[in-house]
Structures are given as C-alpha cells and as structure tokens.
C-alpha cells in the first residue's frame, strides 16, 4: 500500500531537548516537504526536498533543519525545541518535481513542548 | 505570493451538489489550482488540480474562471463523508517550490 509513514504520531517533550519526527515513503517520489499545521494559520511549508541532497527552506524554517541521504527518508529535526514548536506536523512526498500531481501526506505528528 | 480566499465555512445537504468558491486573483500563469480536503484527524488529501481548463474526477469537479482569478470545486452528490475542510491551492512553481494553503473551508453536509 502506497504510504508515508510518520513517528512518533504524539510526543510530548520539554524545552531544549533534542528530537527528530521521522518521515518515509514507499512511493520511491522524488520530491517530499514537512508543514506544520496550527489553529487560525492553517498548514504552512517548513522545509522541501527535490530529491536526494537537496533541501530547501519552506516559509517557517525557523528552529528546523532537515536532511534527505536517502530517497525514501526525510527527518524533521527540532534541535532545541521550544514551545512555540507546539504544532502538529505533516509530511508529504509527490512523483517529480514539477507543478503539477498528486501531494501524499501523512497521517500527522502532535507534537508538545513544555 | 499569490494567494488564496475562501469562505470559512460553508453547509449542505446530503445529495445535493456543493460548490465550493476559491478567489486567487494574483495568481500567476504558471500556477496549478489544486484542492485537498483534511478529514477530521486525518491528513490532507488530494482531490482534484488543474491549470486552465475544467477537470472532472471521480471525486469531484474543478471549474476555473476564464481569467483563472478564481475556481470553483463541485461535488455532485454531497455524502456525509465529504464533510471536511477543503483547501484552495496554489502550487507555485517558479522560483522556490511550494505550496500557499489558504485557510479552508470547513464544510458540514446535514443527513
């Protein structure tokens, strides 16, 4: 079954205590990308990936970074999270890189700071 | 960066067609228009895209204004699993890749 898989799906944490929110699909899609998605802001892009060592920054890259060494995987890194990275995450992946087809999300990833 | 404007929620019936308007009047002419509806605790899922021209689906229909300022999604026979939030948007893809989600609109079918 074509899906993205993201973990942990809950997380609860503390302030500077470093984590990382997996992400992998099985779809072998060029292109992936991580949104966060809060109440009143809607989903916004935080980091994109065109494929293998290529990232880039989406519009909230703040207190993020990503790495993509392989096709299938796209880690989001919190290395000092903060409680304003209280937020629940979505991964995506989509075949290619151009404007058009389909985005395949996961399921998301509720992530809390204290 | 273009945007895009749609009524925050929105009500029908169930089998009756629902239209669902989206306003992107600084849409560039490289711009996909692209839907996707969020179930409740669920993730985004795709529904329908297009550039110029109408689009028909299993799911739904996309009609886009002759200006492309704006688009409309249609479900034809609204049921009650299509009550979700639906967003309008656009795929930019000059310059940087990415996706400009506007807010949504929260759709309710009445049985």
């Known amino acids: 079954e074509a899906q993205v898989t993201q973990n942990p799906r809950y997380l609860i944490t503390v302030t500077g205590k470093k984590l990382t929110v997996t992400c992998s699909q099985n779809?072998?899609?060029?292109?992936m990308s991580w949104y966060r998605q809060d109440p009143g802001l809607g989903l916004r892009q935080i980091y994109y990936s065109m494929n293998v060592e290529v990232t880039d920054k989406g519009d909230v890259p703040e207190g993020y970074k990503v790495s993509r060494k392989e096709k299938r995987n796209f880690p989001l890194i919190l290395e000092s999270p903060s409680p304003n990275q209280t937020s629940l995450y979505f991964c995506a992946s989509r075949a290619g890189t151009g404007g058009s087809g389909e985005l395949f999300f996961g399921e998301g990833s509720r992530l809390t700071v204290l | 960066d273009a945007k895009t404007t749609q009524p925050n929620s929105m009500e029908s019936n169930e089998e009756e067609p629902v239209h669902l308007p989206c306003n992107h009047s600084?849409?560039?002419?490289?711009?996909?228009i692209h839907w996707y509806r969020q179930l409740p605790s669920q993730g985004p899922e795709y529904v329908i895209h297009?550039?110029?021209s109408n689009v028909n689906n299993r799911m739904a229909s996309l009609a886009i204004a002759e200006d492309r300022k704006s688009s409309t999604l249609i479900l034809h026979r609204a049921t009650l699993r299509d009550a979700a939030v639906y967003y309008c948007?656009?795929?930019?893809?000059?310059?940087?890749?990415?996706?400009?989600f506007g807010q949504g609109t929260r759709l309710t079918i009445n049985p």
């Open positions: 600084t849409i560039s002419g490289t711009d996909y």
């Open positions: 779809m072998n899609h060029e292109y």
């Open positions: 948007i656009l795929r930019v893809i000059q310059g940087a890749q990415k996706l400009v």
């Open positions: 297009g550039l110029t």
